[in-house]
């Protein structure tokens, strides 16, 4: 199978600060990843596609200063919430995929980011 | 308008009954189209993706899709407890792009 993971599955930290989430393909080599937001009760939202080595396209209304996202080898993409505040306190899922064609996206298990 | 509408629910059943679950698009150039499950604070796993319109069966589950409509369904049949979760419909075009509906709850009652 195709298996994503996240790291860390779920974090709390203060307003200011900032957090770094991980995700990794564990048994396939991911071309692009996705990362996504999900709020309660609601359906996820693509913040941003990355695609190995090159930087991520955001959809519109994410601010890329606000959320780096890297993705700097074949297994690994990483997104990191800069000055974290409260109203970033969400749901956030990552995918990945073998390509940009029509490949399937595997979903990693989320992370739930608090922030104080 | 979204472009993939979806009833949030929740919808109620007893366990054992039929579950028919619904998305309508807009998008006539969707061409791919999906169905995840979602437990609660887990992230989506795919169960059903299709091409064409019609059928598609797979044990308990049956995705249909009528692109003349705009139109897709999820069947359960003899449901469980099991089956509680968010039920996430998506589409794509070409790529590997996906557009979700905002997802359905489903609540199976033993």
């Known amino acids: 199978g195709a298996v994503v993971s996240q790291h860390p599955s779920r974090v709390i930290c203060k307003s200011g600060t900032s957090v770094k989430i991980e995700c990794r393909s564990l048994d396939f080599q991911a071309t692009t990843m996705f990362w996504y937001r999900q709020f309660p009760k609601k359906s996820l939202m693509l913040m941003a596609t990355s695609n190995e080595g090159s930087k991520a396209t955001y959809e519109q209304g994410v601010e890329k200063d606000k959320f780096l996202i890297n993705h700097a080898s074949l297994t690994l993409s990483t997104l990191t919430v800069t000055s974290a505040h409260p109203e970033d306190s969400s749901f956030y899922i990552c995918s990945a995929s073998r390509g940009t064609g029509d490949y399937e996206q595997y979903f990693g298990p989320g992370t739930r980011l608090t922030v104080t | 308008q979204k472009e993939v509408e979806q009833d949030p629910g929740p919808l109620s059943v007893p366990e054992g009954a039929i579950v028919s679950l619904n998305c309508t698009y807009s998008?006539?150039?969707?061409?791919?189209f999906m169905w995840y499950r979602q437990y609660s604070r887990k992230g989506p796993e795919l169960l059903m993706y299709t091409y064409s319109s019609g059928n598609k069966e797979d044990g308990r589950f049956t995705a249909q899709v009528d692109k003349s409509s705009k139109y897709i369904s999820l069947f359960i049949r003899d449901s469980q407890p099991s089956d509680s979760a968010t039920y996430l419909c998506a589409m794509k075009n070409a790529g590997n792009m996906l557009t979700f509906g905002g997802g359905t709850r489903l609540m199976v009652k033993p």
């Open positions: 998008n006539s150039a969707f061409q791919y």
